[in-house]
């Protein structure tokens, strides 16, 4: 048995805190890693020791912080998700050093944490898997469309949808390169797309006792670039025999490698009307998951304490009988991005910040604090529980309403409308490619912006002289530029009572709990906007530019990729918008860009 007296985290963000919130219910000290970009961040405060490293990446410099942090034999390092957590050789590093490693074997990463290995182990164990495609096959002949995707990692990351042979040479370039830069390993796979499968997972459990157990399955199938959105415990619209079959699977695989510590099998369930109605082995995380809460709250555990206590050596406190089951939990990830324009990454100034009190919500965000585009855009995650599916459903529609966040654009607007919708409230109603099908309604902004203008004219009007517009008129009191629009919401229920507007300096915002509006100024000497036919091409979001593949003067058709951008490691091709000359090239290789940047200029005609 080992002692483990700190816990480090190698890590950042609501995964960290979420760690050291358990740490201190444990009484075990807390050591926080950081970045420069994060000194000031909510998990170094949180922390009883804070240890700079130049990045979380940095394997040499995790090691020392741990070493600095305690006696060899009484620190583990917890590594969270992302980062170094699926790392080998780092958890061998750890191992070697003495320290405590919350995880599994160095040896069962790299045969469950690599996505090819994994596929030859459940071949092996007789789990079904998803028919996959040779790299040396003639790609003529595949049945499109094909998933191409990282062998190594997960999350979402490195993932690509290919339709049509014309297209699988660049899904295969953009998924090596967002694979070695997630990852460092830029190996794929290629495997049979599944147009309407649902993500159905189960967490497992062992310890170095040969005991092996799951705490049920979660429903994953809200995605949208193959990130999650909202997840679930238990999957629902699931047969008891469908469930157990998928439950031993799991356990079976797990138990095969000699699986140590919490762990995740993934699965997809072909599910459409054309379906085979049989599930397929995609992957193992060998990690705690981002969705870990709603298995916590359904199986009545606490994953991270089991986690420390399974590294120290410790038998599971219960076998597959002692699991008590309970209620239905519900999670949604707040993300900076605009759900409302193709999920693009944001950037900026939290203003305000306001989370439900009536949730459990794991967060790194308060008031006031800058979100950057240098990682992950998960800023955190809100999750309810209720007796059943559909009280619990009720409970995040609840919770949204009382989530707010404003200054920076997020999805939690989408989020809310999303958990009411119909779709969402049919058990298992929507696969993974729904939102790539469907499109979620954004509030109508409409009786917003006319508000927004009268303000914006109120607060720019001159306020002294004899023109000085100071809201004065007959038979009633001066306005004010900050104004309840109760009567607004009379006329238009999609802006409730209570919205706040408020002007700030070429912004006008209008926010009710997660809904909100944003309505720019135009500017007389930049703000031209687009002609129609014109062929320039801005950036989407603020990032870095990863390739830059025309120079000026170059022939180009329609639908050519002239660079790529990247921002929370996420790519966006820009493309050609018709054939044409390359007028304009802005854009380098490494260059930070702000949203709209103008990157290149596109002439139309040879």
């Keep these: 048995m080992t002692q483990i007296q700190s816990v480090l985290v190698a890590n950042r963000g609501e995964i960290a805190r979420r760690v050291f ?40 410099a995790v090691l020392a912080a741990a070493k600095e942090a305690g006696p060899a034999g009484t620190v583990a390092i917890h590594p969270g998700y992302g980062f170094l957590s699926e790392n080998a050789a780092f958890a061998r590093a750890v191992t070697g050093a003495g320290l405590a490693w919350v995880g599994p074997t160095p040896e069962v990463i790299e045969q469950m944490g690599r996505k090819d290995a994994a596929r030859d182990l459940a071949v092996a164990a007789g789990v079904p898997v998803v028919p996959s495609y040779a790299l040396d096959e003639d790609p003529a002949g595949f049945a499109y469309p094909v998933l191409v995707k990282a062998a190594a990692g997960g999350g979402g990351k490195g993932m690509r949808v290919v339709r049509s042979a014309a297209e699988l040479p660049e899904g295969i370039a953009a998924a090596k390169r967002e694979a070695a830069s997630a990852f460092g390993d830029d190996t794929i796979l290629i495997e049979k797309y599944v147009e309407r499968g649902r993500h159905i997972e189960v967490q497992v459990l062992g310890d170095a006792h040969g005991h092996v ?36 699977s799991a356990v079976a695989l797990s138990a095969s490698v000699g699986y140590v510590n919490a762990g995740t099998i993934e699965y997809l369930l072909d599910a459409g ?3 085979t109605g049989e599930f397929y082995f995609l992957e193992m995380n060998t990690r705690l998951q ?9 199986s009545g555990t606490d994953l991270v304490a089991l986690q420390l206590a399974v590294a120290g050596g410790a038998p599971l406190p219960f076998d597959q009988a002692g699991i008590a089951f309970g209620e239905h939990a519900i999670e949604a990830r707040i993300y900076a991005e605009d759900a409302f324009g193709g999920f693009l990454p944001q950037a900026g100034r939290a203003d305000v910040v306001h989370w439900p009190a009536a949730a459990r919500v794991d967060h790194a965000l308060e008031s006031g604090q800058v979100v950057s585009t240098s990682y992950d855009p998960m800023l955190g995650k809100v999750i309810v529980s209720g007796r059943d599916r559909e009280a619990a459903r009720r409970a995040l529609v609840a919770a949204l309403d009382d989530t707010a966040i404003l200054g920076l654009t997020t999805n939690t607007g989408f989020l809310r409308e999303l958990a009411a919708s119909d779709a969402f409230a049919e058990p298992g109603g929507i696969d993974t490619a729904w939102l790539d099908r469907h499109e979620v309604p954004a509030p109508d902004a409409a009786p917003a912006r006319a508000i ?12 002294s002289g004899p023109f ?17 629009l109760d009567e607004v919401a009379t006329a238009a229920p999609r802006v ?4 706040v507007a408020r002007v700030t300096g070429h912004h006008v915002e209008l926010a009710h709990h997660g809904q909100r509006f944003v309505f720019t100024r135009p500017d007389a000497s930049t ?44 790519e966006l091709a820009l493309k050609a918008p018709y054939d044409g000359t390359v007028a304009t090239v802005s854009a380098s290789v490494g260059q930070q860009v702000a949203l709209g940047a103008v990157l290149f200029v596109v002439e139309e005609g040879q």
């Design 21 to 60: 919130r358990t740490c201190r219910a444990l009484g075990l000290r807390a050591v926080a890693v950081h970045t420069d970009l994060d000194a000031d961040a909510l998990h170094v405060h949180d922390a009883d020791v804070a240890i700079r490293v130049p990045s979380y990446l940095d394997a040499d």
């Design 527 to 570: 703000d031209h906007g687009v002609a129609a036919g014109d062929g320039t091409i801005v950036a989407p979001m603020p990032g870095t530019v990863l390739d830059v593949r025309v120079a000026e003067g170059e022939a180009v058709t329609e639908g050519q990729v002239l660079g790529v951008v990247e921002a929370m490691k996420m």
């Design 290 to 298: 981002v969705e870990h809460p709603v298995t916590e709250i359904h």
């Design 452 to 463: 927004a203008a009268r303000l914006w004219l109120d607060t720019h009007s001159e306020r």
């Design 496 to 499: 409730p009572a209570g919205t």
């Design 213 to 248: 157990v799951h705490l049920g399955t979660r429903e994953c199938s809200v995605q949208r670039r193959h990130q999650k959105v909202i997840e679930e415990a238990p999957a629902p619209a699931l047969d008891d025999e469908l469930r157990e079959r998928i439950h031993s």
């Design 273 to 275: 009307e054309s379906g």
């Design 468 to 484: 000085a517009g100071d809201g004065f008129r007959m038979g009633g009191p001066a306005a004010a530029p900050t104004v309840e």
